[in-house]
Each structure stands twice: as C-alpha cells, then as structure tokens.
Nanobody
Framework: VQLQACGGGLVQIGGFLRLSCVAS????????MAWFRQAPGKEREFVSA????????FSAGSVRGRFTISRDNAKNTVYLQMNSLKAEDTAVYFC????????????????WGQGTKVTVSS
C-alpha cells in the first residue's frame, strides 16, 4: 500500500495550492479518503474527508469555504484545493484512507501518506 502526496510548497498569504495524493495497493474506490495536517509544535488535526464515491465531503470549520476535497477514482487520486491561504494553514499535510465512513479521528485511519509541506508566508 502506498499513498504518495505532492503539491506542497511556499505560497503567499491569500494564495492557493492544490495537493494531490495518488494511492496504490488497495481498492481506492471503496475507501473514504481524508486530509489531515500537522503544524509545528501541534497535534495532527483533521482537515477534510470525502466518501468512497465522491458525493459527500466533510471539512473542519477552520477550512470550510476555502478548501475543497475531491477525488478521481479512475486515477486513484484525491485532491485538496486550498484557496485564500492563511499563515495558520502552514503545516505538513497528510492523506489518509479508511474502508469505513468518514471520521475526524486520525487513529482510525488505516493507511497514511508521507506528507507534503505547505508554508504560507507574507
């Protein structure tokens, strides 16, 4: 099993980035996918999740209206479109997968990617 996240980088406040996470080694189209993030010195926190078919999404209040999660089951890929970025969005972003309905608890996700770093600076 592998989750390969990419798309992070340095961006200015108010800017945008699109993260991608390509999955392999499991039946992607039957898994809930999620993004979590971990800022320096803080615990990992839930960002967004999307159900197996892509017709239901869930986001933390801190990113709602700015971030959009989506998926392409034909490409085994989940995306996180991040707009109107703020300094507090600076973190390492991780994609994760679980074979059940979405939940915002990281310990209940089965597979994890290696993380991609996002730095939002003025």
């Amino acid at each position: 099993v592998q989750l390969q996240a990419c798309g992070g980088g340095l961006v200015q406040i108010g800017g945008f980035l699109r993260l991608s996470c390509v999955a392999s080694g499991f039946t992607f189209s039957t898994y809930t996918m999620a993004w979590f993030r971990q800022a320096p010195g803080k615990e990992r926190e839930f960002v967004s999740a999307i159900n197996f078919s892509g017709d239901s999404t869930f986001s933390a209040g801190s990113v709602r209206g700015r971030f959009t999660i989506s998926r392409d089951n034909a490409k085994n890929t989940v995306y996180l479109q991040m707009n109107s970025l703020k300094a507090e969005d600076t973190a390492v972003y991780f994609c994760a997968a679980r074979p059940h309905r979405w939940i915002n608890r990281d310990e209940l996700y089965e597979y994890w990617g290696q993380g991609t770093k996002v730095t939002v600076s003025s």
